[in-house]
């Protein structure tokens, strides 16, 4: 149990587009989202969390102009990085948290898409 | 502020042990987390601490003192698939996780 997918698992795009990453929790109702961002060798840094059905949280630092972020639904969450550059490549991952715990795991743990990897050329 | 610290890499010799230290300042705690991170793909659960003591699971265990701050990852019997990056996180008040910039685990033959 507690499966989240993120789509697409690598994206390519030039200056100036938008580029939507996609993450889903396929097997339970997420209710918190986390959007984190990680350059190379470099820990994760949160950029934002999101709740279904209100806007999200950002960090510090991060822009919400910019990184678009939707809790739709309880199943789907999405990051819209607009305008992109060069210094926006970088590995996204987003984790899904759901109310109470699932049996025999930790309390409030997140569970991790295995990532998006975006390159702005 | 918030704090967590850990080394940044660590080199060992396959077959053998190694243990990753973590300490921590945070506003709250409720439970320490370790991860386990290979290059390129995202982070995957290893264990969970909330009480003082010692956790043992299989080749790993993890150990927390609430009271010092502190709590380390022990690997036995390392393999070459071990060779990763290893993350510790805190998981504060308000159940948001604090993460530490990670232990580059280098295993040699």
Known sequence: ?121 | GQNIDQPTEMTATEGAIVQINCTYQTSGFNGLFWYQQHAGEAPTFLSYNVLDGLEEKGRFSSFLSRSKGYSYLLLKELQMKDSASYLCAVMDSNYQLIWGAGTKLIIKP
């Open chain 1, 1 to 121: 149990g507690a499966v989240v997918s993120q789509h697409p698992s690598r994206v390519i795009c030039k200056s100036g587009t938008s580029v939507k990453i996609e993450c889903r929790s396929l097997d339970f109702q997420a209710t918190t989202m986390f959007w984190y961002r990680q350059f190379p060798k470099q820990s994760l840094m949160l950029m934002a969390t999101s709740n279904e059905g209100s806007k999200a949280t950002y960090e510090q630092g991060v822009e919400k102009d910019k990184f678009l972020i939707n809790h739709a639904s309880l199943t789907l969450s999405t990051l819209t990085v607009t305008s992109a550059h060069p210094e926006d490549s970088s590995f996204y991952i987003c984790s899904a948290r759901g109310e109470g715990s699932i049996s025999y795991r930790p309390p409030y743990e997140q569970y991790f898409g295995p990532g998006t990897r975006l390159t702005v050329t």
